[in-house]
Structures are given as C-alpha cells and as structure tokens.
C-alpha cells in the first residue's frame, strides 16, 4: 500500500534477502501478509562457492513444496564426506545412511540458484516485494508500528510496518541499531576459496579431478576441502591461518597449488587454467560468530547470521538461517493478528526455541575449530585417532551426522570422545 509518494505500508518489512528472508517469505506469503524485502545488492548473484543444504534444510525444501524444483538445478548429491590425513590416507567416511533423518544425504549446490528458486515462488504473490539495490538506514518504533528508511537511487524512502527483520547478515545494521547485547567478532583463521570450471571432455581429466566425492584433507595448521556441485564445477576451502594472506603467498602461488595438487593430483594444473595462479583470484571468506542475549525487541526479531553467524565447521549456517524461518512464522503469524505493532512478548517463544540450538552449535564449532585448526602435532595425533575410532563406532557416527544433518544436535560426550580415542588408538 502506497500511503505518499515516498511512504509505503507494508505488515513486514525484511532487511536483507538471505536464505532466511526468502525462505520466512515462503511460509508466510500464502497467508496473504503483506511483505517487503530489502536488499543492497543489485541482484542474487553467484557468490563464487558452493554450499551444503543439510537434511535439516532438505526437509524445509520440501514442506514448502520447493525440493523437486530444487533438484532441477545444477547440484551434486552427497551421501557420505571422506576425511583424509595430510598424505592423503583415510581417516574416516562420515556416512548419512547413519543418521536419523528421511533425508540420508546432502545436497550440495551454489546458492545464488537456491535463492533464485525461492525468490521466483514468491514472484505470483503480488503482495511480496523484493526490492535490490535499497539499502536499509534506519528505524524508529513506537506504539503504532516501526518505521523504517532505507536508500535507493540517492533517495531515501520510508515503510510503515508492524515488525521488522533483520536478516542483513554478520554485520547487521538492524542488530546494531536496536542496540541488541552479546558479541559479534570474526574467528582468527579465515578461508580462502575458489571455484573451478572443468573442461566437457570430463572422461580426459585426472580421476582426482573428475571424482565428485567430497574430501576433507586435515594437516596440522591445514584444511583443504575440495567438493563438487555440479558434474563440471568444483569448489575448494582452505584454511588460511591468522588470516595472513601474505605469509600465506610468501613461497609462491606455484608452491601453494602443489601443494594442494599432492592431495588433489591434477588441482595444479586446473586450478592453473582457470585464473587461480593469480593469488588475487584466492577470495578470502571471513568467517564469523555472533552470540546474542536476546534476538526480538518490540517491532524487531533477528534471524540468520544476523543473529547467530556460526563457524562453517558445523556447515550449517545456511541451514540454521532456514530454521529460524520455519520457527518463526507461526510465531509471526499469530503475533500480527493481534496488534499493530508486534511486540518482544509476542516474539519470545521464537527466541527461546532458537537461542539454544545456535549456542550448542556454536559451542561445537569452537571445539572443532580448536582441534581441526590445530598445528601442534599432539593434538593432531589424538585428532587423527579420534576421527579413525568414529569410523569404527558406528553409534559415535551416527551423533555426528545427527548433529551436522542439523535435525538435531547431539554432540559427543566427553567419555564418546575417550572411546572413540581408544578405539583409534588400536590397530585397524
Ligand atoms: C566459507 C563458508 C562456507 C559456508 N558453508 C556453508 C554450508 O556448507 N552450509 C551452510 O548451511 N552454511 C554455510 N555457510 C554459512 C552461510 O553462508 C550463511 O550462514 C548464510 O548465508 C546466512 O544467511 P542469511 O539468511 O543470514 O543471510 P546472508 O547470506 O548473511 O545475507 C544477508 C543479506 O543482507 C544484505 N544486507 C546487508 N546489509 C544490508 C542493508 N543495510 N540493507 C539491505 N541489505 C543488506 C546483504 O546484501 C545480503 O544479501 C558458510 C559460510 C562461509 C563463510
């Protein structure tokens, strides 16, 4: 509804188009809520690296009737992921078949199409707007609603509304603005990432190039991830420590890429036609926690990384950002039959569902980054142990991917931990 030429009235105004934001759109769009999304890039483009959509996200996709049309797209399935040592020995295969959920396996994909699909299911709700290139500045709430202003086109316009969401991601001017307590700082190692294009004559490339399987090699001080989302598109992650790029170059580009190419053989010379002996093709991908004491205020409710960004060690933030969505919007919906503006009461059974899981996650991606991330090489024995005792026990491994499939999060215990130790302790 457009109140002045500059005013418009929506129930819902979104700060940012995540995954969250699109998929709480998706639940609430058929309820007739009048919503509007903000977005300060022009457009949901490729984000240069692949991401995995747990169990957890697949069973999303598909209560919102989306999973099918989901895997239409370019993608790769992923039914186990191998961890590897630093010379390339197998430590363990973490299997989903183990887990719990309908969905044993992942689904590996760029994001930018998962964001398209869902953005193109609202496009026939003509009461859902997602507006690019507007940029979110600020807000007020008092008794009749909250009023947001945001920039589009060196103009500032302004929205009624009776709740807003900040789904503006680890920096969230939201989160800032509402003054809302707790940390938000980046870990001390980053990533750097790259995506490689492989030539169609796939059946002439090094078998290390054309396997789609998923490979985690860990070294002390070293992680490279090399996966696949589609028959021709490869993605890799490396840990780069201190998130020192330059020490990180210091031998060379070439010596960098042979030594992935010892764990890859063949990534050299693809990684090589494809730009990446430039070390400025290298994107680096910071990675983030925010802990908050609270998501919701009167007229606000954070969700995303927004509210909990998390150590893709757990590769769930994705995930996480749609489950918020799915806990939200019957909080949501309930709240804006009653009263114009939407109050922090209201929101509390969101929060209170939510804080927990992103905690325990949070809690779990620290040890793991504490451990995977490690160079001193007693931890990495009893590191490599722990991971060939997991392989061993199968009820070890089923908490793992219980966990990381993100149903629900069952971390090892301290004494799950002894065992698998010892189990990998004897010889196999
Ligand atoms: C290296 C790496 C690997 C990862 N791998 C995985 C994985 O395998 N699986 C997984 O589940 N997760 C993974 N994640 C995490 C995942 O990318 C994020 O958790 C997820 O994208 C968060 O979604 P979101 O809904 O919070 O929105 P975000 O993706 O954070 O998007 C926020 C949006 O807000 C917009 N915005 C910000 N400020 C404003 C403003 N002022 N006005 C308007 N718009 C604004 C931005 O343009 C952006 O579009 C990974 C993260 C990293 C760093």
């Not at 995995?52 to 697949?58: H, I, N």
């Not at 797209?73 to 309908?102: I, N, Q, W």
């Not at 804080?355 to 809690?363: C, S």
């Not at 990495?380 to 991917?401: D, H, Q, S, T, Y």
């Amino acid at each position: 509804m457009t109140v002045d030429n500059r005013t418009e009235a929506f129930d819902i105004v979104i700060s940012g188009a995540g995954i969250g934001a699109l998929t709480l759109a998706n639940y609430l769009a058929p309820l007739g809520f009048r919503i509007l999304i903000l977005d300060r890039r022009p457009a949901f483009d490729p984000v240069h690296r692949g991401e995995l959509v747990q169990p957890l996200g697949l069973s999303i996709l598909e209560e919102l009737s989306l999973l099918d049309e989901l895997k239409k797209l370019p993608h790769t399935v992923y039914r186990s992921f191998d961890f590897l040592d630093e010379g390339g020995r197998l430590l363990m295969k973490s299997s989903y078949e183990a887990g719990p959920s309908p969905f044993h396996y992942a689904l590996a994909i760029e994001p930018h199409l998962m964001d398209h699909l869902l953005a193109k299911n609202l496009s026939s709700h003509a009461h859902v707007v997602i507006r690019h290139e507007s940029d979110f500045r600020g807000f007020s709430v008092d008794s009749s609603g909250v009023t947001a202003t945001y920039e589009r086109g060196g103009e500032t316009w302004t929205v009624l509304a009776r709740i807003l969401v900040g789904d503006d991601g680890r920096h969230s001017r939201v989160r800032e603005i509402a003054k809302i307590p707790g940390t938000a700082a980046p870990y001390r190692d980053s990533y750097l990432g790259g995506s490689l294009l492989l030539p169609e004559d796939l059946a002439s490339l090094p078998p290390a190039i054309a396997d789609t399987s998923g490979r985690y090699f860990l070294g002390p001080r070293s992680i490279f991830f090399f996966f696949s989302v589609s028959d021709r598109r490869r993605f890799f992650l490396v840990l780069l420590p201190n998130r020192d790029r330059e020490k990180f170059f210091a031998g060379g580009t070439a010596h960098v890429l042979g030594r992935l190419d010892r764990q890859i053989p063949g990534f050299a010379e693809m990684a090589t036609r494809n730009g990446l002996d430039d070390p400025g093709r290298f994107m680096e991908l910071p990675v983030w926690k925010v802990d908050l004491e609270r998501w919701c205020d009167d007229g606000i409710v954070l969700m995303g990384d927004a509210a909990h960004a998390m150590n893709p060690h757990v590769a769930q933030g994705r995930n996480q950002a749609m489950e918020d969505a799915r806990v939200l919007a019957p909080v949501l919906s309930k709240a804006l039959l009653s009263a114009p503006l939407v109050r922090r009461e209201s929101l509390l059974p969101y929060e209170k569902a939510r804080i927990p899981v992103t905690r325990a996650l949070h809690r779990l991606a620290d040890e793991m980054t504490h451990v995977w991330n490690s160079g001193n090489p007693f931890v990495v024995r009893l590191r490599e142990a722990a991971f060939r005792g997991i392989g061993r026990m199968p009820a070890l491994e089923n908490k793992i991917v219980t966990t990381i499939g993100g149903t629900r999060i069952v971390p090892l215990t301290p004494w799950d931990k002894l065992r698998a130790l010892f189990a990998g302790l004897l010889p196999g």
